[in-house]
């Protein structure tokens, strides 16, 4: 069974940045998809970024030019660096990955952006 264990949540300043992880143990592929959603509080959960086994990478159009999306196929990680942080960005950020049919998630990783 995968599981996924993120890290590197935490408060921030508006503007700065953070970099979260996710590791995937419980399999010996590279997972076809992995990313992150957000739910911010009050709303649904909501992508933030994918990106593919092969390189390929899916924004959403809030967080383009500022967050980037990367993994380590070998360490089965994915990461997000998350620059110039806004107080809208305050979220619980989860970890996804998809392989084949299968979905799997993170336990989730808060996210607070505040002066």
């Known amino acids: 069974q995968v599981q996924l264990v993120e890290s590197g949540g935490g408060l921030v300043q508006p503007g700065g940045s953070l970099r979260l992880s996710c590791a995937a143990s419980g399999t010996g592929c590279s997972l076809h998809v992995m990313g992150w959603y957000c739910q911010p509080p009050g709303k649904e959960r909501e992508l933030v970024a994918m990106i593919t086994s092969t390189g390929t990478t899916n924004y959403a159009d809030s967080v383009k030019g500022r967050f980037i999306v990367s993994r380590d196929n070998g360490k089965n990680t994915v990461y997000l660096q998350m620059n110039s942080l806004k107080p809208e960005d305050t979220a619980v950020y989860y970890c996804?990955?998809?392989?084949?049919?299968?979905?799997?998630w993170g336990q989730g990783t808060q996210v607070t952006v505040s002066s």
């Open positions: 996804y990955a998809k392989h084949w049919v299968s979905e799997y």
